[in-house]
């Protein structure tokens, strides 16, 4: 199973100008995944861990060079899910030009909620939202996105085959934030609440 993300998806944002050429992918292993609402627990190497909501797809065939207009058939379900950053060691990284991975990709940094069928729902007009500790800190519709899930399926099966059960993080609109012990985050897709987890 892989966790395939992709980085500033969401520049067609209002007073978000920048477009990317083309998707920005990172990868995390699979210890990073977290789910069935077990609780984050705050990591001792990093003093500013951020989190950010996003839409994620599972892939439920096996793929290769998967051409846009088929994309829809690799996918059924979707769900809210969280990916961790540590902001203070990716930005010691950046400024040092090294590989940022490990502010990623470390254990538990990739935290979904429970998929729900697509039947009825379009992945391309998709509201979604992030409530902590029963505010609203993230706010945003798939249609705002740079490239559309099926063009990031699309893009990624060039490169990468696609298999049964591998996760594609689709990006994070603005909004995240520093995530503090005893925050309570729970991930909307519209009214349906596929997402809820404690930090400890």
Same mark, same amino acid.
């Given at each position: 199973?892989?966790?395939?993300?992709?980085?500033?998806?969401?520049?067609?944002?209002?007073?978000?100008?920048?477009?990317?050429?083309?998707?920005?992918?990172?990868?995390?292993?699979?210890?990073?995944?977290?789910?069935?609402?077990?609780?984050?627990?705050?990591?001792?190497?990093?003093?500013?861990?951020?989190?950010?909501?996003?839409?994620?797809?599972?892939?439920?065939?096996? #793929?290769?060079? %998967?051409?846009?207009?088929?994309? +829809?058939?690799?996918?059924?379900?979707? *769900? =809210?899910?969280?990916?961790? $950053? @540590?902001?203070?060691?990716?930005?010691?990284?950046?400024?040092?030009?090294?590989?940022?991975?490990?502010?990623?990709?470390?254990?538990?940094?990739?935290?979904?909620?429970?998929?729900?069928?697509?039947? #009825?729902?379009? %992945?391309?007009?998709?509201?979604? +939202?992030?409530?902590?500790?029963?505010? *609203? =800190?993230?706010?945003?519709? $798939? @249609?705002?996105?740079?490239?559309?899930?099926?063009?990031?399926?699309?893009?990624?099966?060039?490169?990468?085959?696609?298999?049964?059960?591998?996760?594609?993080?689709?990006?994070?609109?603005?909004?995240? #934030?520093?995530?503090?012990?005893?925050?309570?985050?729970?991930?909307?897709?519209?009214?349906?609440?596929?997402?809820?987890?404690?930090?400890?």
């Amino acid at each position: 199973m892989k966790i395939i993300c992709v980085e500033m998806n969401y520049n067609k944002e209002p007073n978000n100008p920048l477009i990317m050429e083309t998707p920005v992918i990172f990868m995390k292993p699979d210890t990073a995944l977290l789910k069935d609402g077990k609780p984050f627990y705050l990591p001792g190497f990093s003093s500013d861990m951020q989190y950010g909501a996003e839409i994620v797809v599972r892939i439920n065939r096996l #793929g290769k060079n %998967i051409a846009k207009h088929f994309a +829809h058939r690799y996918y059924g379900e979707a *769900t =809210v899910g969280i990916d961790m $950053t @540590a902001r203070d060691l990716q930005k010691k990284f950046r400024q040092e030009g090294l590989p940022w991975e490990l502010c990623k990709s470390f254990d538990s940094s990739a935290i979904i909620g429970d998929f729900i069928p697509l039947d #009825g729902l379009e %992945i391309n007009t998709l509201p979604f +939202h992030l409530e902590v500790d029963g505010k *609203t =800190v993230q706010e945003s519709n $798939t @249609a705002f996105m740079n490239f559309t899930t099926d063009e990031i399926i699309e893009y990624v099966s060039r490169f990468i085959t696609l298999r049964m059960g591998d996760l594609i993080f689709t990006g994070t609109p603005a909004g995240g #934030g520093k995530a503090e012990i005893g925050n309570h985050l729970q991930g909307y897709i519209g009214d349906k609440k596929p997402l809820d987890f404690w930090i400890k």
